[in-house]
């Protein structure tokens, strides 16, 4: 009895431990089911901005310090005029150049605008992978391509300014307004994320 047990235990431990391993193996996501979801109709024309860039949907790190090698991807400072990037776990602080130009106008716009103040940015560049890694503690992350898998595409919290988290509805009018009048000016495309707390920016390619 004891010999049974003790075989039943010790098959229980290798197949506990070879699933452990598999699963670390595997990649975090499955392309061709990612590729098969639909954008809407409101989201359509971020992923087409995104696409003008010459960017291949970034997959993992590798291909983000292919485009940072190349000098296509740029660095974005934790601070800077009008805004403050938080910590980031699941993307990364590198955009091209564009997203990199608009982020700080639009941080100087806002200064302007508040006399000082400071919006959050939230989130930033994302992989495929760390896409994968937000969906296992937020089931509202995308479950299709995001924006963010190209570098062009940004999150700015409405909930957060001056490194404060409070609701602040004149902030966010002040912010609101900044993203309007890019918009109009036909620089970016944004969408206000309610289960995220935070708009959405994702750059053109003017």
């Given at each position: 009895?004891?010999?049974?047990?003790?075989?039943?235990?010790?098959?229980?431990?290798?197949?506990?431990?070879?699933?452990?391993?598999?699963?670390?193996?595997?990649?975090?996501?499955?392309?061709?089911?990612?590729?098969?979801?639909?954008?809407?109709?409101?989201?359509?024309?971020h992923l087409d901005?995104?696409?003008?860039?010459?960017?291949?949907?970034?997959?993992?790190?590798?291909?983000?310090?292919?485009?940072?090698?190349?000098?296509?991807?740029?660095?974005?400072?934790?601070?800077?005029?009008?805004?403050?990037?938080?910590?980031?776990?699941?993307?990364?602080?590198?955009?091209?150049?564009?997203?990199?130009?608009?982020?700080?106008?639009?941080?100087?716009?806002?200064?302007?605008?508040?006399?000082?103040?400071?919006?959050?940015?939230?989130?930033?560049?994302?992989?495929?992978?760390?896409?994968?890694?937000?969906?296992?503690?937020?089931?509202?992350?995308?479950?299709?391509?995001?924006?963010?898998?190209?570098?062009?595409?940004?999150?700015?919290?409405?909930?957060?300014?001056?490194?404060?988290?409070?609701?602040?509805?004149?902030?966010?009018?002040?912010?609101?307004?900044?993203l309007k009048y890019?918009?109009?000016?036909?620089?970016?495309?944004?969408?206000?994320?309610?289960?995220?707390?935070?708009?959405?920016?994702?750059?053109?390619?003017?």
């Amino acid at each position: 009895m004891g010999r049974v047990f003790c075989t039943i235990l010790v098959s229980f431990t290798f197949n506990f431990h070879y699933s452990q391993a598999a699963k670390k193996v595997l990649p975090c996501h499955d392309l061709a089911e990612v590729l098969k979801v639909e954008p809407t109709a409101l989201y359509k024309p971020h992923l087409d901005a995104s696409k003008s860039f010459g960017v291949k949907l970034l997959k993992d790190s590798k291909t983000v310090q292919k485009y940072i090698s190349s000098g296509k991807f740029h660095k974005i400072k934790k601070t800077g005029k009008g805004y403050r990037v938080q910590k980031l776990d699941y993307s990364r602080a590198w955009m091209v150049s564009k997203g990199k130009l608009m982020l700080e106008k639009m941080g100087a716009r806002f200064s302007k605008e508040t006399k000082g103040h400071t919006f959050t940015v939230s989130s930033i560049t994302r992989t495929l992978e760390d896409q994968c890694r937000l969906r296992r503690v937020n089931s509202n992350a995308s479950l299709g391509i995001s924006s963010h898998n190209y570098g062009n595409s940004f999150d700015i919290s409405y909930v957060r300014f001056n490194d404060v988290l409070k609701y602040n509805p004149k902030m966010e009018a002040a912010l609101e307004k900044v993203l309007k009048y890019y918009y109009n000016l036909g620089r970016i495309y944004y969408i206000k994320e309610k289960q995220q707390s935070c708009y959405h920016i994702t750059v053109r390619n003017y």
